[in-house]
């Protein structure tokens, strides 16, 4: 019977490069979603990444090494929210994006039902000069190079236009 010991030296013993690459974009990926959220994005690409890690170590490897190498990273993995938790990042980036949301305010507030031109075609999200200003702005319906445009609304992330006839 293997000791705990050389359980762990078995681990890191046979490991190849690709399960090693693998599992700490993933790792790294899965922390991300943590600290700084992408609607899920890159959690999901974690846990693949994370998902294909396993199957490789299965692969060149035991079964039994194959579970230890899952037991450590669940214990990581829980470590990274215990740490979240603790520090309380969410609502840290919380809080700095309703003051980059107040900045945006501030900056293009003065902005707001100005009328202008798109510079590119908008189908959801496009260019526009608006006062001399270019802008990346957002559309619920397509609107076509050239046209005008006028802005109905600001919010924390978008700056949000209509077609004007």
Not at 83 to 99: F, M, N, P, Y
């Amino acid at each position: 019977m293997m000791s705990l010991a050389d359980s762990f030296a078995e681990l890191f013993r046979s490991i190849n490069m690709v399960t090693v690459c693998l599992w700490i974009a993933g790792f790294i990926l899965f922390c991300v979603e943590f600290f700084q959220p992408m609607h899920g994005a890159a959690y999901c690409l974690g846990v693949l990444l994370l998902g294909a890690a396993f199957v490789t170590r299965t692969v060149y490897g035991s079964p039994g090494v194959a579970f230890m190498f899952v037991f450590i990273t669940a214990i990581m993995l829980f470590g990274v929210h215990c740490v979240s938790l603790a520090t309380q990042k969410r609502d840290w980036l919380r809080v700095a994006r309703i003051e980059k949301a107040g900045e945006r305010n501030r900056k293009y507030g003065s902005l707001a039902g100005g009328v202008g031109i798109a510079n590119t075609p908008i189908i959801f999200t496009g260019n526009a000069t608006i006062n001399d200003i270019n802008l990346i702005v957002y559309s619920e319906s397509p609107i076509k190079q050239g046209e005008k445009v006028k802005i109905v609304k600001i919010t924390p992330d978008k700056i949000i236009v209509t077609r004007v006839d």
